[in-house]
């Protein structure tokens, strides 16, 4: 994923969390503020401590951003759109298959992704 698609200030990160909506199932919390302006989605990852040492965390936060790329090509992303994914406590259990389908859960619930009309 692309730089110019994560949300990486602070200010970003508490703007989105203090002026946005979050919907969450039991691994994953998503914050999503609209953006009328942009072009493209943009998305921020957070893993806290309480999930492991920085290797796990880092691990984690991977294979969150690839299962993004990957649902990127089966599903159209709201492109007015900056979210953040926080990951919870039974994340650092999870094999990857079963991170894509739980992300793919919240991001459904949060409205942030929709069908491809070709797919």
Do not use: C, W
Request: charged share 30%; no cysteine; proline share 2%.
């Amino acid at each position: 994923m692309r730089k110019a698609y994560r949300v990486k200030s602070e200010k970003d990160f508490q703007k989105v969390f203090h002026d946005g909506v979050s919907k969450a199932n039991r691994q994953f919390v998503v914050y999503t503020l609209p953006k009328k302006e942009q072009k493209h989605f943009r998305v921020g990852i957070s893993v806290g401590t309480r999930l492991g040492n920085a290797v796990i965390r880092n691990k984690i936060k991977r294979r969150i951003r690839h299962a993004l790329m990957e649902l990127d090509k089966e599903y159209t992303f709201d492109h007015a759109l900056d979210f953040i994914v926080i990951a919870r406590k039974p994340v650092n259990q999870m094999e990857y298959h079963e991170i894509k389908r739980s992300l793919l859960h919240v991001l459904s619930l949060a409205n942030v992704i929709s069908r491809k009309k070709n797919a």
